[in-house]
């Protein structure tokens, strides 16, 4: 029997790493990775927590996390095409127009 | 568990099941009536005014106590769905102006925020508080982005992006401690827990709860978590800044009210100190760094987030008296912030034309209606009786020395000083310079509508000030 914690471990170190290459990376794709990287990490620790409470609500809300990632993902990737398109670059670097 | 299925109770939703009918439908028009692009701000218009009234009749509990319709969250939908029309009025023009194709669907987009801001009001359970932020988060981050040959407009689109995900994040793993402390996501339920002191101590939930609230400061742009909103606020259209700036900044003052003052009143004095100092930060950064802006846009994203701060204020004491006047700002703020931004609309062109502080110079020679309403909404915006600002700030202030923070009141009290100067700075430049270019003005029927309705907002609230504190209190004293 793997215990709850153990779950909530690996979780949590899924959720740094998602965390630290989030701020490190310089790569727009990078970052939209590490985001999915940090919502994996999420439904890790829900599905957890449900088996372990042996209650629902948990496993409901994974699967409604999956959809929503799966929107924000084609949201996220669709601005960074335009954006590839009027910079020609996806690097923050280069974002430079904005500032003041 | 039983096996018997029971029907959720809908009725609670029909305003907002409404509205998503009216979104579907501009979806569906937009292909199918490419030529006749004036039906869209009507349709918009009429399915918005309609649900306000579906709003403002509707009550009860929907969807087994997840979903709950009461005087609070229907005093914020009321402020988003007039930020929604005012919004659609002041865009349909300004489209065209831009050269943006498809209405029906940058309309719709603003349909779907509205409807993920009116779920954010009423949710009663986490999971729904998160679908309803991410129907609004995701409507939002395509809004901005909509001008697709734009440089700017997608540069804001993927920072407004890219921080708005990690909150959502943030959120989510909040949410998953705080499921994990109590085993559950119900709001009512959670709040019966805390009743024991184990849990009041114990750091799983602490850290959830604390995820929480840093992700709906993101939401709402109080520092230290606002870096994406000046970027954000300056690529986007000017309609949209507007729309942002007041809408999804209400719904997330909702949640965040609902979070503390129902979900969890007992750990007021866990977060009051972590509050104080965010506060603190907010209004000296958005005051401060609005000073030297160049840009009006980029400048009222500044006081935007000095306004968070202000607003804030009124949910520091824990009070009845705090929430009602916090509730007072927002609405208040609907209408002068709105107001300053219809005015920028009304003198924008293709390109940066209009944004730019100069642009404003001598515009009282020029266009003194113009330059006059500006001039009310930035005394407004400053804090000045008799318009609404005032009323709005006192009260806040009020609340906050009532419940003893004498501290923050003052720093308030000094950074609305410090404000004075870029507001006023603007009239300065209207009214003390000559012109130096010809500004062109973009006249329409209905952005002169909006411009009428902010401003009777803005002077009637300023001088017959009970009616509506009256209403909110009511409100929150249930």
């Known amino acids: ?100 | 568990m039983s096996n018997t299925f029971l029907f959720p109770v809908v009725s609670p939703l029909g305003p907002e099941i409404f509205l998503a009918a009216v979104a579907c439908c501009l979806v569906i028009f937009d292909s199918l009536f490419k030529e006749q692009r004036n039906i869209f701000p009507v349709i918009s218009i009429t399915g918005a005014t309609v649900t306000t009234l579906m709003v403002a009749s509707s009550k009860g509990l929907g969807f087994s106590g997840m979903y709950n319709v009461d005087g609070f969250s229907v005093f914020f939908k009321i402020i988003c769905l007039l930020a929604l029309i005012f919004t659609v009025l002041m865009s349909h023009n300004h489209l065209k102006v831009l050269g943006v194709k498809r209405e029906g669907e940058y309309y719709s987009l603003m349909l779907f925020a509205c409807i993920g801001m009116m779920v954010m009001a009423s949710a009663l359970d986490l999971i729904v508080l998160y679908l309803g932020l991410e129907l609004m988060a995701l409507s939002v981050y395509c809004l901005v982005g909509i001008q697709k040959k734009d440089k700017r407009a997608s540069e804001a689109a993927i920072k407004y992006f890219l921080l708005g995900a990690f909150a959502s994040c943030l959120f989510l793993f909040g949410l998953s401690y705080i499921y994990g402390a109590t085993g559950t996501t119900s709001l009512p339920v959670v709040t019966s827990f805390l009743t024991g002191e184990g849990i009041k101590s114990n750091p799983a939930f602490l850290l959830g709860l604390g995820l929480v609230l840093i992700a709906f400061s993101f939401k709402v742009a109080a520092a230290p978590f606002h870096m994406w909103t000046p970027d954000a606020y300056e690529g986007a259209m000017t309609p949209v800044t507007g729309f942002m700036s007041v809408a999804p900044k209400a719904a997330g003052f909702a949640a965040l009210s609902r979070l503390l003052f129902e979900a969890f009143p007992a750990l007021h004095g866990n977060w009051v100190l972590p509050f104080e100092i965010m506060i603190f930060l907010t209004m000296a950064i958005g005051n401060i760094t609005a000073i030297s802006q160049v840009s009006i846009k980029r400048m009222l994203a500044y006081s935007s987030i000095a306004h968070a701060g202000y607003a804030l204020l009124g949910l520091l004491p824990g009070t009845a008296q705090g929430v009602s006047a916090t509730m007072n700002y927002l609405f208040i703020y609907l209408f002068m912030n709105m107001g300053a931004f219809a005015v920028i609309v009304l003198l924008q062109q293709k390109g940066l034309a209009g944004e730019r502080l100069e642009d404003y110079k001598g515009l009282a020679k020029s266009h003194p209606v113009a330059a006059g309403l500006m001039l009310v909404f930035m005394f407004s915006l400053t804090g000045i009786p008799p318009t609404a600002g005032f009323i709005g700030k006192f009260n806040l202030f009020v609340a906050a020395l009532n419940a003893g923070y004498t501290g923050m009141v003052i720093w308030a009290v000094i950074f609305s000083a410090i404000s004075a100067y870029f507001y006023l700075r603007v009239v300065m430049l209207m009214y003390m310079h000559e012109p130096q270019k010809e500004v062109a003005i973009v006249r329409s029927g209905a952005l002169s509508a909006v411009l009428v309705m902010t401003l009777a907002g803005v002077l009637i609230i300023g001088i017959y000030p009970n009616d509506l504190l009256h209403l909110a209190g009511m409100i929150f004293g249930k």
Do not use: P
């Open chain 1, 1 to 100: 029997m793997v215990h709850l914690s153990w779950y909530m471990t690996v979780s949590a170190i899924l959720f740094s790493m998602g965390v630290f290459g989030f701020l490190t990376r310089r790569n727009l794709i990078m970052m939209l990775l590490c985001i999915e990287l940090m919502l994996n990490a999420i439904n890790l620790n829900l599905v957890a927590i449900s088996h372990y409470m042996e209650d629902m609500r948990g496993q409901v809300l994974v699967f409604f996390i999956i959809a929503v990632a799966a929107a924000e993902a084609a949201i996220g990737l669709g601005l960074i095409v335009t954006l590839f398109r009027n910079v020609k670059s996806v690097y923050t670097e280069d974002l430079t127009t904005l500032k003041g």
